[in-house]
């Protein structure tokens, strides 16, 4: 049985989570059967009965797993034979040190230069819901957030370069294969791709290109619906 991937969609029916598309990345890496289902942003907490708040959740036969990482983990010691996920056993902890960086700094800074333009993104029947969580977990209402995001985007920018330097070294920031480091952070630009037409990175800056050839792997590697 193809193992199932809890998803998130937003109004036009496009993935709409980073932390799904890592996964969905990892399982089209080691060619594991699955299929997507998509809940709105509401529908998550009623799909699990709270047992998950949040998606990616996997479920495999009976068992269900839920957060990236753990997921991540989960298919490394299952689906992994090869131990491709993380580039060799090594490759966890700069995997593992790449996820928290884009967790702990990126995707808080990405979301608040497009948050409005999330909000948009979501169904209509969402979008209150999402409207009154972040302005309280934020402090100010969504216009006034993204208002300031062309003084944020330089320092984003610069953020960033730990990331261009290890790709001036090497194709992938996991060598010379992508590995879960790669889709870590390209899981970022799926999702803003989808949902914002606010171009985060200068026309000429490298990461475009790693960005270009993560693109050409993802197509090589995609099931034609
Ligand atoms: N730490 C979790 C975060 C997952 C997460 O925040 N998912 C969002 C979608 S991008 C979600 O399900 N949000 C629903 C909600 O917050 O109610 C992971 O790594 O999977």
Request: aromatic share 12%; proline share 4%; net charge negative.
């Amino acid at each position: 049985m193809p193992l199932t991937l809890y998803d998130m969609h937003n109004a036009v029916g496009k993935p709409a989570s980073p932390y799904c598309w890592r996964i969905r990345e990892s399982l089209l890496l080691l060619s594991v059967p699955f299929e997507s289902r998509f809940l709105s942003f509401t529908q998550i907490g009623d799909r699990f009965s709270d047992t998950h708040k949040t998606v990616p959740v996997l479920s495999d036969g009976g068992k269900e797993i839920g957060g990236s990482w753990a997921i991540a983990e989960y298919l490394s010691e299952n689906y992994d034979p090869h131990k491709r996920l993380f580039g060799g056993i090594d490759g966890r902890s700069l995997a593992a040190f790449v996820t928290n960086w884009v967790d702990a700094t990126l995707l808080d800074t990405v979301n608040r230069m497009m948050v409005k333009d999330v909000h948009d993104a979501f169904m209509i029947e969402d979008q209150p819901y999402f409207r009154r969580r972040e302005e309280e977990r934020l402090g100010a209402t969504l216009e006034a957030i993204q208002s300031s995001r062309e003084s944020t985007r330089l320092a984003f920018q610069v953020s960033l370069h730990p990331a261009r330097r290890a790709i001036k070294e090497q194709p992938f920031i996991g060598g010379q294969h992508p590995t879960y480091a790669d889709f870590a952070l390209h899981s970022t630009f799926q999702w803003t791709r989808t949902t914002t037409s606010f171009e985060l990175l200068r026309a000429d800056d490298r990461l475009n290109q790693w960005i270009e050839r993560m693109d050409d792997w993802l197509a090589s590697v995609s099931v034609q619906d």
